[in-house]
């Protein structure tokens, strides 16, 4: 199971440095604001869209549009599909057996990782189908539906990886892993379509070298991990001069003691919820007039809507 999350992980961040990349070079002729931007207009900002898309109704899935969002955005697709049919054949050992099931657990103490792995499936997904929202986006002459379209393509893709470890004796289909990921492309959903819920809510992960496992690794240091979400009350509608838009509010979860170097430590097990207060990063850098409206300013404050910098905040539990 671990070489299967870390391979995907590192194909979700090579995604999303192509994605953020791809959007950088996509120049704003003229300042606008981000927060108000028409479904029309949002197309304007590439695949670096800070807040898209200003639509108060909700588009369910409807197979015409997802074939004509689809169509367009084939490159990116075929692009996950090869790389993980290609992993899943070298890395993963799919066709060594015939298929088979699994019972992984979520959260016990009992499981292999306290539920960081299922966590890492919630954001994987999550990151995947904001990665397909945006690139609908950026190239599908009407974007109206990206979300449903996005979530759809993201989940049908991460059901295929489950389908492929039932055909691996290492790894088997886990059901769990299926409820974890329907979850994330659930949050990106949700986040999506609820009006002004991304200017106020960010699904992020944190990540610090814990020396259980060798090197920088944030793809499977799990006892590195941490993920949470953020409130920012920057997304308000607070005065731009008021310092409460460079605080937010955390909720997460994290586990310890489960690694081999752990358990030989002698380390307790640990799952741990916390709440806590930080700066919001994104708006503290990249949240002044003349900075926002630029394409550094949208790429630093989208990077930060994923990624948590640790040290930032005072949680109720710690390390």
């Known amino acids: 199971m671990m070489n299967r999350v870390k391979a995907h992980r590192i194909s979700l961040v090579m995604l999303f440095v192509i994605w953020s990349f791809e959007g950088l070079a996509k120049e704003v002729t003229s300042p606008v604001d981000l927060y108000s931007v028409s479904l029309e207009e949002s197309q304007r900002f590439g695949c670096v869209q800070q807040y898209p898309v200003a639509d108060s109704r909700w588009h369910g899935f409807k197979l015409p549009k997802f074939k004509q969002h689809l169509s367009t955005i084939l490159f990116e697709a075929a692009g996950v599909a090869v790389s993980t049919l290609a992993i899943g054949l070298v890395d993963w050992d799919w066709g060594s057996s015939s298929f088979g099931t699994t019972s992984e657990g979520f959260f016990e103490d009992d499981t292999a990782n306290g539920g960081m792995d299922k966590l890492g499936h919630v954001y994987g997904s999550y990151l995947l189908s904001e990665f397909f929202t945006d690139a609908i986006h950026c190239k599908a002459d009407n974007a109206v539906g990206a979300e449903a379209s996005a979530v759809t393509l993201a989940w049908l893709s991460m059901l295929f990886v489950e389908l492929g470890d039932g055909y691996s004796k290492e790894h088997g289909f886990a059901w769990e892993d299926v409820v974890a990921n329907t979850a994330g492309v659930g949050i990106s959903y949700l986040r999506r379509n609820i009006p002004g819920l991304r200017e106020k809510l960010d699904f992020r992960l944190e990540y610090l070298p814990s020396g259980n496992r060798s090197g920088f690794k944030p793809h499977s240091d799990y006892s590195g991990q941490k993920y949470l979400l953020a409130l920012k009350l920057s997304g308000f ?29 002698d380390d307790p097990l640990r799952r741990e919820l916390y709440v806590g207060v930080g700066v919001n990063i994104g708006e503290l850098l990249f949240g002044r007039s003349g900075v926002r409206e630029s394409t550094g300013g949208r790429f630093g404050r989208k990077f930060f809507e994923y990624i948590q910098l640790p040290h930032t905040y005072v949680a109720s539990e710690n390390d």
């Open 237 to 265: 509608g607070l005065s731009r001069r008021n310092p409460l838009n460079y605080l937010e509010l955390h909720g997460g979860y994290f586990a310890r003691g489960f690694t081999l170097k752990e358990k030989e430590r």
